[in-house]
């Protein structure tokens, strides 16, 4: 099993900046990827950005050239630094962790962290 917390959520105003952070914890030998997912209200979950162990990033087309994506693997955990906010990007954010057991694909979720982009 795998635990995620994440934590830097809050209110930005268009343009801004803010970073998430999301700590690993209890298997974290058996991840094979870490990434955000965000949902906006009455919309899906959607893939924002995605680390894997093997160093590969790939992100979302909404937010290449604004978002990055960080792993400190001494302490397990992952970032999302997030610049040139838009409106757009109010959204529950998701800190996922993906493992792969042979064919089997292991989805694990954090609680969600809150980013609401406003004047």
């Known amino acids: 099993q795998v635990q995620l917390v994440e934590s830097g959520g809050g209110l930005v105003q268009p343009g801004g900046s803010l970073r998430l952070s999301c700590a690993a914890s209890?298997?974290?030998?058996?991840?094979?990827?870490l990434g955000w997912y965000r949902q906006a209200p009455g919309k899906q979950r959607e893939l924002v950005a995605r680390?894997?162990?093997?160093?590969?990033?790939n992100y979302a087309d909404s937010v290449k050239g604004r978002f990055t994506i960080s792993r400190d693997n001494t302490k397990n955990t992952v970032y999302l630094q997030m610049n040139s906010l838009k409106p757009e990007d109010t959204a529950v954010y998701y800190c996922?962790?993906?493992?792969?057991?042979?064919?089997?694909?292991?989805?694990?979720w954090g609680q969600g962290t809150q980013v609401t982009v406003s004047s």
């Open positions: 680390s894997t162990t093997g160093g590969r990033t």
């Open positions: 209890g298997s974290i030998f058996s991840i094979n990827a």
């Open positions: 996922n962790a993906l493992e792969y057991r042979g064919i089997q694909v292991i989805n694990y």
